[in-house]
């Protein structure tokens, strides 16, 4: 054994699983994958990539598990690479499959805890590249609570069409375009062909690169890492950083639990308002608190909300894409702007084993003659743009995104639907007029099951220029790529028999920005004789959605799979 490998050899885990006489079986499997004597004192780090073919967000990432491979190797570690499952929301989008997107978190989570636990590794780098595999790597991270780094695979890169970026958003808000007779068919196919050149997640503020800022805000993956493109040299230079700050962390015993306290999700949740992020984020940035047993809640977005400006002009409701951020300085100088105006803490530790202060020390500010970061005294917003309303149609809250939006307040008849396709037909009938509310429900956690997201119906409404003047409501959940007048995580849930399900065609719906309302001009009492009158549809009661629908919690609660395990901390 080499003289490093030696000196990590206090590391091993306790439990000594290879040692001893009575171990022959276990090294005997492990030889024929390579190891020899002097690898069974070797730490044991689990490498796991949500690699799959059909999404650019993951199509790459096996070749960064396979250089994460190499390099742990020249830092006296032994890797064990594993592959956990994924699903592009962008592919499913639409589709019966975006059901099983938010349910592949925890099946993700799950994945990565059990193979971890299951072959007693002492370290774990996960790589990810999509909207539930990095929340899911995180939660697994918190569960398994060993040195653990996240790896993002980084952002796509625009494409370009007519001199112009384009991404994904832009090849759904073309279909309403089509439909309101803005565009040919041939133009749409254009900018489908362009919209997405290469490997990595999509590239606006979108709930991918929301969560990279956030997992890096939280101190879970290196400082800078958030930002680099998925085809840079920078981020191959990510991959091999983590596999040598991932032994320092092993070294020093730094484990999640030391670093996911409930000031770096307070931060977090502060980096993701000033940029403008996604909806997503409240349920993630909820189920990775609970996995790490510390007290977060909506009532914490709204707190923050209100101190914290939207200074970032980025997509959806912007102009530029993440990769244009990284350009003038990236995520961790908006940290830096944030840190020094006193908007976030500095004495919390991170994984790169040094405090969050100390990480900020050496970041380079933002570029002076930048234009996507507005300074504080002419920010976009002066509060955050994404805020948490209450009302007796939401009475556990409702998330809203109003980034762009100019009206405060929208009071309109409902349009009710009982799932996304028929309101999708009713706005490409033109049935769908200025003034209304469309409400979609049976499309939260349980009812979906699943809880898809409906960036198609958002982006026809914006594309038929209805963005602002029709309100758009759902206890299912938006893209990261959605925006305008839409409200969404409406809580209890329709199948639970929240007040969404009891809405009916043109009651009066009410939302206000500046009071945080959202209601319906139902009474109490007409409520409740409707509650009598209703018969709830039964719970999907098959295959992995079937257990999903029996044991999630609500929207309010994270959408998480184990709420009956409420044990918090308060860190």
Known sequence: MDKQSEDLKQYRRKSKVYDGMVRSPNRSLMRATGMQDADFDRPLVGVVTTWAENTPCNMHLRDFGDLLEKELKTHGTWPVQFG??????????????????????????????????????DAFLAVGGCDKNMPGSLIAMANADIPAIFVYGGTISPGRLDDRDINLVSVFEAVGHWNHGDMSKEEVHDIEVNACPG??????????????????????????????????????????????????????????????CREAFLDAITLVQALGGSTNSTLHLLAIAHAAKVKLTLDDFNTIQKRVPHLADLKPSGHYLFED???????????????????????????TGKTFA??????????????????????KRADGPLMILHGNLAPEGAVAKVSGVKARRHTGPAKVFNNEQDAVDAVLADRVVPGDVVV????????????????????????????????????????????????????????????????????????????????????????????????????YSRGVLGKYAHIVSSASKGVVTDFYNTEETGK
């Open 325 to 351: 951020l990284y350009h003038v300085g990236g995520v961790q100088a908006v940290m830096k702007l944030l840190y020094d105006h006193g908007l976030m803490h500095g004495d919390r530790m991170t994984c």
């Open 84 to 121: 956990a499952p994924t699903v592009s929301d962008g592919v499913a989008m639409g589709t019966p499959g975006m059901r099983y997107s938010l349910p592949s978190r925890d099946v993700i989570a799950d994945t990565m805890e059990t193979e971890m636990g299951g072959h007693n590794c």
């Open 440 to 539: 979609v429900r049976y499309v939260g956690p349980k009812g979906g099951p699943g809880m898809p997201e409906m960036l198609a119906l958002s982006s026809m409404l914006v594309g038929k220029g209805q963005g602002e003047s029709v309100a758009l409501l759902t206890d299912g959940r938006f893209s990261g790529g959605s925006y305008g007048f839409v409200v969404g995580h409406i809580a209890p849930e329709a199948q639970d028999g929240g007040p969404i399900a009891y809405l009916q065609d043109g009651d009066m719906v009410t939302i206000d920005q500046d009071t945080r309302e959202i209601t319906m001009a139902v009474s109490d009492e007409e409520l409740a004789r409707r509650k009598a009158t209703t018969q709830l549809p039964p719970l």
């Open 199 to 260: 490997p990595g997640g999509c590239g606006g503020m979108y709930t991918a690169n929301t969560m990279a800022s956030a997992i890096e805000c939280l101190g879970m993956s290196l400082p800078g890492s958030a930002n680099h493109p998925a085809n840079s040299p920078e981020k191959v230079a990510d991959v091999k950083r983590a596999a040598k700050a991932v032994v320092n962390l092993l070294k020093r015993d730094i484990k999640p639990s030391d670093i996911l």
């Open 358 to 379: 100390e990480n900020m020390a050496e970041v380079t500010p933002l570029k002076a003659d930048q234009k996507i970061i507005m300074p504080f005294d002419h920010p």
